[in-house]
């Protein structure tokens, strides 16, 4: 067990261990949390208080979660001058499943993504969204329900790498003459010049982890979102991979669009349809054809994108859950930024979190509690009480406290 500074170390709890591919969940979990930023605490304080509550509900007292704090962001640097201390990542490492709220990250200069760098060093090269529409809450679309997907978006290569100069940098300039003299590509003076790794390795067990997923929920298709046509060599690579990977590696239990329509070997009725889309075109697919998808894969720009616009699609990001996984580590996380000017009013929409915790119970295999936690959610929105984001959204409803909210969503788990 790793020496710990800053967090203390739950001595009733155990740790969640990880064999042949799967993680073994005891009774009494040690799993790590960091609070968040801005409207962080408004949220953990609720979202914990419906974990609890959906635990004991499901197992009455024989299984409990033992919570240990690790710290990120602005309320490590306040108290330890450091946004990300060492620990903090050691203690994600070791106790394997972790939940998070959102995290500051300064616009353009200052600290680099604290997000993106707990992908990066912890390897969480998954960014699992699964979007959904819950009965009752208001949408810009028509028909919401419609709308039911689980997006994995490639969480450690692409742009966000983070490989990139700035603009009039002597490091920017070596490499903008090294691009003209010695590869024949020009580039504008005095640009800015950042670089798109995409690899065979990071995009395969990226659309691995997404093919898995739709065999064991029993999806109707797979679709490789991407640039290609512009692309060819990054996002049109990821395209070729993922059809690559399909055919080598489920061949038996996949069958691509083009050879489902031709009626070949593969076209059975319960083969997993593999296809690919334009990033662009698939925008436009999700509103006007969202029924035609259920899983997608896509590299990390793309998924950062289709992600949140989805989530518009049926309510916004307050109902947007999000898991970052790997092989056997996943930090689960609120999707939204931290609304500082929401900070301690006791204002903002809990579900982002709550919903994360809910995919996070799922990885554990507490199957049970996850559906407690959706039931009551549900419940909690029929009601029509509910915060002011989904208040704004629904005619008739009632504004409620973050906190008076979770009570409606464990009321509803009791119901």
Request: charged residues 25%; proline residues 4%.
């Amino acid at each position: 067990m790793a020496s710990y500074k800053y967090a203390r170390v739950p001595a009733n709890g155990e740790h969640v261990g990880y064999e042949n591919g799967r993680v073994t969940t005891p009774s009494n979990p040690i799993i790590p949390f960091i609070e968040g930023d801005g409207t962080g605490p408004d949220i953990w304080r609720a979202a914990v208080r419906v974990f609890d509550a959906a635990v004991e509900k499901i197992y009455a007292g024989e299984r409990k979660v033992a919570w240990m704090e690790v710290f990120a962001g602005e309320k490590s640097f306040k108290q330890f001058n450091d946004w990300l201390p060492q620990e903090t990542l050691d203690a994600l490492r070791e106790f394997r499943v972790s939940i998070k709220g959102p995290l500051t990250t300064p616009v353009g200069g200052g600290i680099r993504s604290l997000n993106v760098t707990l992908r990066q060093v912890l390897d969480l090269y998954a960014c699992i969204r699964p979007v959904r529409y819950f009965e009752g809450i208001g949408a810009p679309v028509r028909e919401p329900r419609k709308l039911d997907i689980v997006i994995f978006r490639e969480n450690t290569e692409d742009v966000y790498a983070g490989i990139e100069w700035k603009a009039g940098s002597a490091e920017a300039e070596k490499l903008r003459e090294f691009l003209s003299a010695e590869l024949g590509k020009e580039v504008r003076e005095g640009s800015a010049i950042g670089i798109k790794p995409m690899s065979e390795f990071g995009s395969k067990r990226l659309i691995d982890m997404a093919i898995l997923h739709a065999l064991k929920h029993g999806s109707s298709s797979l679709t490789l979102v991407h640039k290609g046509n512009i692309m060819k060599f990054t996002e049109g690579a990821f395209r070729d991979w993922g059809y690559e990977l399909a055919r080598e590696k489920y061949g038996d239990s996949t069958c691509t669009e083009s050879d489902m329509a031709k009626g070949g070997d593969c076209a059975r009725a319960d083969a997993l349809v593999i296809k690919d889309r334009i990033a662009d075109s698939m925008f436009q697919q999700l509103l006007l054809r969202p029924e035609d998808y259920t899983v997608i894969a896509t590299p990390n720009l793309n998924g950062d994108y289709l992600s949140d616009a989805a989530a518009a699609q049926v309510g916004g990001l307050g109902m947007a859950p999000g898991g970052n996984v790997g092989d056997g580590i996943a930090v689960f996380e609120a999707t939204h930024g931290t609304a500082p000017k929401y900070a301690d009013l006791d204002k903002i929409n809990p579900c982002s979190v709550i919903l994360s915790g809910a995919m996070m119970f799922d990885y554990l295999e507490w199957d049970d509690v996850a559906r407690a936690i959706m039931n009551g959610i549900e419940t909690a929105i029929k009601t029509k009480r509910v915060t002011y984001d989904l208040a704004r959204q629904m005619p008739g409803s009632t504004e409620v406290s973050t906190s008076a909210f979770a009570d409606g969503i464990i009321a509803g788990m009791r119901a």
